[in-house]
């Protein structure tokens, strides 16, 4: 499995499991968690991470949820 960090966790992408992983040191706001399920992200006990199938979309998507918290963390409310 290979990753990229990002500050407070780390995008893995499983390739045994055929999925595309998310790691967060410590549980993850409700915000955050709102914005892995409209992505289609899905946490798995199994591996402790928000997971979803490694796909292009998939992909996509952590695009997605990362430019989210980004600017999130541009603009603390």
Do not use: C, H
């Not at 790691?23 to 899905?42: C, H, I, S, V, Y």
Request: overall charge positive.
């Amino acid at each position: 499995a290979d990753g990229t960090k990002f500050p407070g966790g780390e995008i893995v992408r499983n390739l045994e499991a055929d999925r595309l992983q998310i790691l967060f040191g410590e549980k993850p706001d409700e915000d955050t968690r709102a914005a892995l399920k409209q992505n289609g992200f899905r946490w798995s006990p199994r591996y402790s991470a928000w997971q979803r199938q490694l796909t292009a979309n998939g992909k996509r998507a952590a695009r997605l949820v990362m430019k989210e918290l980004d600017a999130r963390s541009d603009n603390p409310a």
